[in-house]
């Protein structure tokens, strides 16, 4: 679990609207992934559509406020990864009014998988809602997605909160 190939080579920076076609790729690369573990729910989307979303920043819709980030994993001028963050507040009066990092997608190519970039991805995002004052980070993942929860729980320190659970109507 190392950055034996990457060494020093990977930079990890905000996403500039010409990164939206490497993140589609990254991003389609996830999705097809999540289809096959929950192929009711997930879907795959065109790569126009997803690429027009993070050119135009339509990831963070405009009602969500100012305080959103995207950032890209770059090595060798391709984008490999990127996750989107946002600074949200729980409206529910029971808890407590803590400033949480939403993380709302994280992705890896698959063939960088295993070489540290998420990390270095979900450290950046957390680091980010630190600085502007959260205090807790958020994200969640598909309970199918056995890969992400050894990697949140065992090497990022996430535990479980809430859970969520659905039904079909």
Same mark, same amino acid.
């Given at each position: 679990m190392g950055e034996a190939r990457y060494p020093g080579a990977i930079e990890i920076r905000p996403a500039t609207p010409?990164? #939206?076609d490497g993140i589609a790729r990254t991003f389609l690369e996830s999705a097809e992934y999540h289809a096959e573990l929950d192929p009711e729910r997930y879907a795959i989307p065109e790569i126009q559509t997803i690429a027009a979303r993070y050119r135009e920043g339509g990831q963070h819709p405009p009602d969500v406020g100012r305080e959103v980030v995207t950032f890209v994993a770059e090595w060798? =001028?391709?984008i490999v990864g990127f996750v989107d963050a946002?600074?949200?507040?729980?409206?529910d009066p029971m808890h407590r009014e803590l400033t949480y990092c939403?993380?709302?997608?994280? +992705?890896?190519?698959? $063939?960088?998988?295993?070489? =540290?970039i998420g990390r270095r991805l979900l450290q950046a995002a957390e680091d980010w809602g630190h600085r502007l004052g959260a205090q807790l980070a958020?994200?969640?993942?598909? +309970? #199918?997605?056995k890969? #992400? $929860?050894?990697?949140?729980?065992?090497r990022m =320190?996430?535990?479980? #909160?809430?859970l969520t659970a659905i039904k079909w109507l």
């Open positions: 010409e990164d #939206a060798r =001028g391709e946002r600074l949200e507040q729980s409206p939403h993380v709302i997608e994280i +992705a890896v190519r698959s $063939g960088h998988w295993n070489q =540290g958020l994200l969640e993942y598909l +309970a #199918a997605n890969r #992400a $929860g050894v990697f949140y729980h065992e =320190g996430y535990r479980t #909160a809430p």
